[in-house]
């Protein structure tokens, strides 16, 4: 069945630049989407389609995704956007898989 | 505005099926294109797909679990069911509902999670 992974932490500075990336085979000709969760919270929908931002979203959110591996981008990471990222692939076959999450804190 | 909150029994013993209800409003199973999933998480651990039902009434489920899963709805009383059976300690999870836009495969409205302990 298909699968998806993510690398289990990343760190990064306030005002730096976060990516997260999400590996899986031809993961590029899928849709993929990312939620970012907070300890005790559900999770927000940040980037859906790839690349597209929901309303209400940062601008400093962004997404990629080609080949083989998608990227959420957290430009000038800020302390309110540490929390667990996953990332969510729709395939054919397996329909929906989650990626095992990636943490991301801001030191 | 969007709402979805989950509801069922917070313990259950080892066997036994479990029944989850998700109970929605601002939107409609009569409105082309909608999509309602459940997905759960054991704690400290990752998130997991589950099932989905789409206004048209197509179900899917993760292929390790879909002998277990029965997904429903009921569209009058804007409702989406889930069943488990055989439910063991490893199912011990938080529960969420969520719905979407099917034809974007993603989910931007969640439930705040029911927690499902499995024990004897």
């Known amino acids: 069945s298909y699968a998806v992974t993510q690398p289990p932490a990343v760190s990064v500075s306030p005002g730096q630049t976060a990516s997260v990336t999400c590996f899986g085979d031809?993961?590029?000709?899928?849709?993929v989407s990312w939620y970012q969760q907070k300890p005790g919270q559900s999770p927000v929908l940040v980037i859906y389609?790839?690349?597209k931002r929901p309303s209400g979203i940062p601008e400093r959110f962004s997404g990629s995704n080609s080949g083989n591996t998608a990227t959420l981008t957290i430009s000038a990471t800020q302390a309110v956007d540490e929390a667990d990222y996953y990332c969510?692939?729709?395939?054919?076959?397996?329909?929906?898989?989650f990626g095992a999450g990636t943490k991301v804190t801001v030191l | 505005q969007v709402t979805l909150r989950e509801s069922g029994p917070a313990l259950v013993k080892p066997t036994q099926t479990l029944t989850l209800t998700c109970t929605f409003s601002?939107?409609?199973?009569?409105?082309?294109?909608?999509?309602v999933s459940w997905i759960r998480q054991p704690p400290g651990k990752a998130l997991e797909w589950l099932a989905i039902?789409?206004?048209?009434?197509?179900?899917y489920y993760s292929t390790s679990l879909k002998t277990r899963l029965t997904i429903s709805k009921d569209t009058s009383e804007n409702q989406v069911a889930l069943t488990m059976t055989n439910m063991g300690p490893v199912d011990t999870a938080t529960y969420y509902c969520?719905?979407?836009?099917?034809?974007?495969?993603?989910?931007?409205?969640w439930g705040q999670g029911t927690l499902v302990t499995v024990s004897s």
């Open positions: 969520a719905s979407g836009d099917c034809d974007s495969y993603n989910f931007d409205h």
């Open positions: 969510l692939a729709w395939d054919s076959n397996t329909n929906y898989v």
């Open positions: 039902i789409d206004w048209d009434d197509d179900k």
């Open positions: 031809k993961l590029g000709d899928k849709y």
């Open positions: 601002g939107f409609s199973f009569t409105t082309s294109g909608v999509c």
């Open positions: 389609q790839d690349f």
